[in-house]
């Protein structure tokens, strides 16, 4: 598998290339007419808990598995905040009940990987592979649907970014791609005349895949410098937390403001392993899912319009156990929640079959069962936000047809 990618944090700058011919801002001018749609994955690491994220409040399994942990009822003290009479969203998560309200906010429950790992590393491999169960998929399932979709009208090194200091495995493949932590901090150190040496060793490199990989990146940091210099980075009234999520989210939010040709952008947020006092409508759980509330609501009102052509995902690599452990945490489970939202999102609905949490209907006695396939969940956006039709590439070896679609776009 020929793979390129490239790694830009703190003025450092490693070049790793073998596949694509790449083009870059040769399709800038009409690309600026047209309305691009984009698609931001944000993977929470570290299996959030989902039956605390999105409160099965009206199954009454619920609060008898969990006699110390569990978000009260809506009305009550600290209590859940109502969707639909049978779920709510976790008290803390009150920016996201409003984008709900107002019918951008959709949530699928009980959903997941067909695959039972409980393993940290290879659910989370599976999951970004998008091909549970097969541990040899050389790429990401996010490369594969940049590749599917290279063509005139979508070129460029700025296609596909992670917000990150390394490249995510959802990521990695053939398409060219970009991790960085910043768009101020993507800097070749010693400043102008350094830069133009490492690019004119790059321009006179034998290798044309080298030599071609080299201009990409430079063209992808002078249209960065760009960025910088138009206009405020954050709208008035987009308060972002001041955290590493918070950040990620407010330079996906520059990058799509600034037109720069994204298509695919990935953030992580991490710390949702709560295996000990995991907490219910205070603690560290909690604190978690405020962070990513806020940070969420922050970014939606920090693109304002630009939201209509904009969807969210989240996704972590698998649930948390019904019942509460006896250090009043949660281990490891199977079934979870993902949250979908944007202005295409036909939200204000749970979708997904609820499967129940007693005993019977538990996944091994012990975990939600999944119901939707989280590649349902992602194809149904795929399809109808960025109108790609063969998703067979992009998840291969899963069985969906249009007809399969949740209709959540």
């Known amino acids: 598998m020929h793979d390129r990618r490239i790694f830009v944090k703190r003025g450092a700058v490693a070049l790793l290339a073998l596949g ?103 659910a989370q491999d599976y999951m970004e592979s998008g091909t549970p169960g097969v541990k040899r998929t050389p790429d990401g399932w996010l490369n594969r649907l940049i590749a599917q979709r290279h063509d005139a009208e979508h070129v460029g090194a700025m296609r596909a970014v992670a917000l990150s200091s390394r490249l995510p495995r959802i990521l990695q493949g053939a398409a060219p791609t970009l991790a960085m932590t910043s768009v101020e901090r993507m800097r070749i150190a010693g400043g102008g005349a350094t830069g133009d040496a490492f690019e004119a060793q790059y321009a006179a490199a034998a290798d044309r895949v080298l030599r071609d990989t080299g201009r990409e990146t430079f063209d992808a940091m002078r249209t960065l410098r760009g960025v910088e210099s138009r206009g405020p980075a954050t709208a008035a009234g987009a308060a972002y937390p001041r955290s590493a999520f918070g950040d990620a989210l407010r330079q996906v939010a520059r990058l799509i403001k600034a037109d720069v040709g994204l298509e695919v952008a990935f953030a992580e947020a991490g710390g949702w392993d709560t295996h000990v006092n995991q907490g219910g409508s205070t603690g560290q759980l909690a604190t978690r899912l405020g962070d990513l509330g806020q940070a969420i609501g922050a970014f939606v009102a920090d693109l304002g319009a630009g939201m209509q052509d904009v969807v969210v995902v989240t996704m972590s690599e698998f649930g948390r156990t019904v019942a509460e452990n006896g250090t009043r945490g949660t281990d490891h489970g199977h079934g979870n929640a993902m949250l979908v939202l944007g202005g295409p999102v036909r939200g204000g609905r749970v979708y997904g079959r609820w499967p129940g949490l007693d005993v019977a209907s538990r996944a091994e006695g012990r975990d939600v069962a999944v119901t939707t396939d989280f590649r349902d969940v992602l194809a149904d956006v795929i399809a109808t936000h960025l109108g790609v039709a063969d998703l067979g590439p992009v998840f291969p070896g899963h069985a969906w047809t249009p007809g399969r679609r949740l209709g959540l776009v």
């Open 20 to 122: 694509f011919a790449p083009e870059f801002l040769a399709q800038a001018a009409a690309a600026a007419t047209r309305r691009r749609k984009v698609l931001v994955v944000v993977f929470q690491r570290g299996a959030v808990d989902g039956l605390s994220m999105v409160v099965p409040h009206g199954d009454a399994a619920y609060y008898a598995a969990r006699p110390t942990i569990a978000v009260p009822r809506p009305g009550r003290d600290a209590g859940a905040l109502d969707l639909d009479g049978h779920f709510g969203l976790h008290p803390g998560l009150a920016q996201l009940h409003a984008l709900y309200r107002n019918g951008s906010l959709a949530v699928v429950h009980a959903c997941g990987s067909p695959d039972p790992t409980r393993s940290h590393f290879d």
